[in-house]
């Protein structure tokens, strides 16, 4: 009888544990800015600076590495297709928010290790270390060693603008 109380215990645990990690995943994708489709990239890129006119921020590229296509949100490359070296999207950087002012969801850019143009990834969460970053699509968070801090922190993405180049 004990060791069957025990069993249901942990099992209604981590039942528990699921139910939170599939609830913050959805709140983190609730929280990304807006996503626009195009049908070619140079309908994307010119859409993107459109907002950018129309909202501030500068243009920049998103490589289709997959690392943030969780339901389609920011597709990968196409099949056999190098993923850092096609641009699957653009997204409008806003670099004059401070970093007191991220919240958990926000798509930031930030410097970290060999990707010298940044990572464009989602702030799961804060520790005293800086946020833990996530891409929408990758099994877990992203490392201990890649923290954003304010020292790596390069700005929030305010709209998104995806094209049929990358697989749909």
Not at 148 to 168: E, L, P, S, Y
């Amino acid at each position: 009888m004990g060791k069957g109380l025990i069993v249901a215990g942990v099992a209604v645990l981590l039942a528990l544990l699921v139910f939170i990690a599939l609830r913050k995943s959805a709140t983190l994708y609730d929280a990304l800015p807006p996503r626009f489709e195009h049908d070619t990239a140079f309908e994307a890129q010119a859409a993107a600076y459109t907002w950018s006119l129309q909202h501030g921020g500068s243009v920049r590229g998103i490589l289709g590495t997959g690392s943030m296509s969780y339901r389609n949100y920011i597709p990968a490359a196409p099949e056999g297709v190098d993923p850092r070296s096609v641009v699957v999207a653009y997204f409008v950087l806003n670099s004059a928010i401070r970093f007191d002012q991220i919240q958990a969801g926000d798509l930031c850019l930030y410097r970290w290790a060999n990707y010298e143009n940044g990572i464009l990834h989602q702030a799961a969460d804060f520790t005293s270390d800086g946020w833990i970053m996530a891409g929408n699509a990758n099994g877990a968070y992203d490392g201990l060693s890649n923290r954003m801090t304010a020292d790596n922190f390069k700005g929030i993405a305010t709209a998104v603008f995806v094209h049929k180049g990358g697989r749909q």
